[in-house]
């Protein structure tokens, strides 16, 4: 069980290249400034989630299960709030003179009351899991692969009601023994039927959590070089490659240990759009926006292209099992930021 507060979770649109990203509208000394939080919405979510898995066949063929309730309370950023203790030539617009993309968003429609004030979205699951990894830290050699479907069905209580299919398949080949592997992943998602709320749509099915969370397209554990949740639709493909170095082993409180260098790559595409409505543009032009909001600032609908990124990795690892990673991604697109930077616990996959 776990609260999840986001007073500025990452809100860039839809449909990924297909949502314009104007950095210079967050940047305070830029002449097109708008608001440090104009891509930014407040959710809260509480969660209540258990997974389990057991043996169905042999060593590596698994089974796996799972249920979990999440409250999300949605709404724009509170300014007020925010702007406490800020000096004068620093306080963030209000949202009536300056609105952002999540309150742009939902005049159009794109996003509806109900979901603007979030809601109950409790799911079951049920897959298979094929795991033959000689090390569950950092594997030199094996195949992990899961899949399975996930279930939202309104009678358990949900404002909406969907399912999502899910597959992601890892394997690890040894290139020099001990010291360096090449790995990779790749992971398709999808909805099969149903209405899923926007700020579900960046939750990255698994058959269990290996951190507090797991979204994308665009962050930590998806696309490393690229905005948190920038890409975000209906379906998407996503793969990750790492070429794993250890050049130093030491030890450490008399525990085996080594220094882990990374090079990665990663993409991601979004392969199903979230539907937007034929007459758009009208809309927007229809709305009464602050002078310089134009509709190709906000859309651009010529399809989505692959994001992806470059970066290195330092992992210091403590006893063959404890791993704090150190990651450096550099967007190939300005359009997905620039540099992403994160320090956590363990590797990718």
């Not at 299960?65 to 004068?88: Q, T």
């Not at 963030?92 to 979901?115: H, K, M, N, W």
């Not at 991601?268 to 310089?292: C, M, R």
């Amino acid at each position: 069980m776990s609260n999840l507060p986001a007073r500025e979770s990452q809100f860039y649109g839809f449909n990924g290249y297909e949502s314009v990203f104007n950095v210079d509208w967050m940047t305070k000394d830029d002449e097109g400034y708008k608001s440090a939080m104009f891509y930014r919405y407040e959710r809260n979510q509480f969660r209540f989630r258990n997974d389990f898995v057991g043996i169905l066949s042999g060593e590596h063929l698994k089974w796996s299960a799972g249920f979990a309730l999440n409250n999300f309370s949605v709404g724009s950023v509170d300014i007020s709030k925010l702007n406490k203790g800020r000096k004068s030539d620093d306080l963030l617009p209000a949202l009536d003179s300056i609105p952002g993309a999540f309150e742009v968003y939902q005049a159009l429609g794109l996003i509806t009351p109900e979901e603007a004030r979030g809601g109950w979205v409790n799911t079951v699951k049920a897959g298979l899991v094929w795991d033959s990894r000689d090390n569950r830290s950092n594997p030199m050699k094996g195949i992990w692969t899961e899949t399975g479907i996930e279930v939202s069905p309104k009678f358990l209580g949900n404002d909406w009601g969907f399912s999502k299919f899910y597959i992601a398949h890892r394997q690890y080949f040894t290139l020099v023994q001990n010291n360096l592997s090449f790995a990779y992943r790749l992971m398709y998602q999808t909805t099969i039927s149903g209405k899923v709320p926007f700020f579900y749509q960046s939750q990255v099915m698994t058959y269990r959590l290996t951190g507090y969370s797991n979204e994308g397209l665009g962050g930590v554990s998806t696309l490393r070089g690229v905005l948190k949740n920038r890409v975000v639709g209906d379906a998407f493909a996503l793969g990750n490659f790492e070429l794993r170095w250890k050049p130093w082993h030491f030890k450490l409180f008399n525990r085996e240990s080594y220094l882990g260098i990374d090079l990665f790559y990663d993409f991601g595409i979004i392969t199903k759009d979230i539907s937007l409505p034929a007459d758009l543009q009208s809309k927007f032009d229809a709305l009464e926006l602050p002078a310089g909001y134009v509709y190709s600032d906000f859309f651009k609908p010529a399809g989505d292209k692959l994001h992806h990124d470059a970066g290195i990795s330092i992992m210091p690892v403590w006893g063959e099992n404890f791993v704090i990673a150190i990651d450096i991604g550099k967007a190939f697109n300005s359009q997905d930021g620039n540099i992403g930077f994160s320090i956590g616990l363990n590797y990718l996959f």
